[in-house]
DNA sequence: TAAATACCTACTAGTTAGATAGGATTTACG
DNA sequence: CGTAAATCCTATCTAACTAGTAGGTATTTA
């Protein structure tokens, strides 16, 4: 269950995207959110074209041009941003979770990977971009962090 | 966010030898597993060795040998099995959640990764093999799947 | 007209996933 | 004691993916 360089970068170039919005400053060129938050332009070229072919953010060329949000920062999920560059939150072999099919023992274990994304669903689709701006995670995201081990290796 | 095959096999072998211990079978070879489940069996092989690596199996070399449950199926959870065969259940470009690091307006991107470690745990390290052989996963976990879009896409 | 910018296509190197092969070692059992 | 059934060890293979680079075209502003 890894978070790729890819969905990393994705999402901080959004939060660089809702900040400047927030600001009114405009169209963001890839240089600039390259350089805000030290990714590799080459690399983010191609991580801003996915987001923006999935309706996230618009585009206007030529020179003063660059990348602005879609929508609000309060209306857009990091879920959204996830799927956006990387596909579906869960997949097991490539398969939806509910697409799984066993038979015997594991008769059972379509509905534990339906549990595990719906658990990441309820974490990611709930929290937005202002949310990780702010650092205020929805009501119940917070209760996760407090766990005492929360913070810790396992 | 992909459940590998490796992760899904390592499940399903260690539910086979959850059945086996319930009816006091003794040892099931690599190739009694492979078959309950239809799972290439070489590939299978490397995979026991990590459940057996892990100390989640304890093997009976020889004729008449093969695999067995560490411990009763009630106090083996699905997360143990994972971290097993892939490593930490949550982790962004290769570091753990809390060792990520970013400045600016990605300050507060740590607490969303641990947010999403923990949802995978809560999860993951309740569920155990014997509640997936019953279908009975834990209390808190239930609710999950009566979301009404938990069974779709979306 | 020049500079800045998105956009498109292609390429590369390294790693991982999934799987297979051959054989060495150990052990139950007739 | 011998043989078959196992684990166990090491090596290999292919395809795909990840992260990143390169070069150039199209578009727009100043």
């Known amino acids: ?5 890819r969905t990393d970068y994705a999402v901080r170039a959004m939060l660089t995207l809702a ?7 405009g169209p963001v060129s890839v240089d600039a959110l390259a350089t805000a938050q030290e990714l ?20 206007t060329r030529g020179a003063r041009g660059g990348y602005t949000l879609s929508r ?7 879920g959204e941003v996830f799927r956006a560059v990387s596909g579906p939150l869960a997949e097991v072999r490539g ?33 937005t971009l ?13 209760p996760l962090l407090d766990a005492p081990d929360a913070w810790t290796n396992r």
């Open 1 to 5: 269950m890894d978070i790729s360089a």
């Open 19 to 25: 900040r400047a919005a927030d600001e009114e400053r």
């Open 40 to 59: 590799p332009r080459r690399f983010l070229e191609a991580v801003v074209a996915d987001l923006r072919s999935a309706g996230l953010v618009e585009s």
């Open 72 to 78: 609000p920062a309060a209306e857009v999920s990091v």
């Open 95 to 127: 398969l939806r979770p509910q697409d799984t099919a066993y038979t015997g023992v594991a008769e059972h274990l379509p509905a534990l990977w339906v549990a595990v994304r719906a658990a990441l669903r309820d974490v990611l689709d709930a929290t």
């Open 130 to 142: 202002a949310d990780v701006l702010s650092g205020r995670l929805p009501e119940h995201v917070r």
